[in-house]
């Protein structure tokens, strides 16, 4: 599935929720099948700045190149919206990631439900996994290349 079909697919998945209110508390219970970070992976290194909740994002490089994204947070609805962020991400290209933005949010009414604290939390966010991306460019750039 293509990171353009992942998006669609998350918005028809939580457009059949016409209340507002219902639909954050939904994507507030998606999390709950994820674990929270450890004391370790709570650090600094990976806490995203410009967050009044505190927030981390990891990402993994998998062997056919596409990232594993996984993030925590300690507010339940912070967590619920970098959640649907990262699951949008996940799975994806560092390329993809770094060209597509995140309209869905946009598309579900999200970011007009928000406070701007909040959506600029999330764009901090956002921010961050194009850097995790980015980085995963950089270091495929500068690997030696495999055997022919």
Avoid at 17 to 36: S, Y
Avoid at 58 to 74: E, F, K, S, Y
Wanted: some cysteine; charged content about 25%; aromatic content about 2%.
């Amino acid at each position: 599935m293509t990171l353009a079909e992942r998006h669609r697919q998350l918005i028809d998945d939580l457009s059949l929720i016409p209340d507002r209110h219902e639909l954050l508390t939904a994507i507030v219970d998606r999390t709950r099948r994820h674990p929270p970070f450890s004391t370790v992976e709570k650090s600094e290194a990976h806490r995203v700045p410009g967050c009044q909740s505190a927030v981390w994002v990891i990402g993994q490089r998998n062997a056919d190149g596409t990232l594993d994204l996984r993030c925590d947070a300690d507010s339940p609805m912070v967590k619920g919206l970098i959640h649907l962020l990262c699951e949008a991400y996940t799975h994806a290209t560092p390329a993809e990631i770094v060209t597509t933005e995140p309209a869905f949010l946009d598309e579900l009414g999200l970011l007009r439900d928000l406070s701007p604290t909040r959506r600029n939390g999330l764009a901090a966010v956002r921010n961050r996994i194009k850097e995790i991306a980015h980085s995963a460019l950089n270091a495929s750039d500068s690997s030696p290349p495999g055997p022919s």
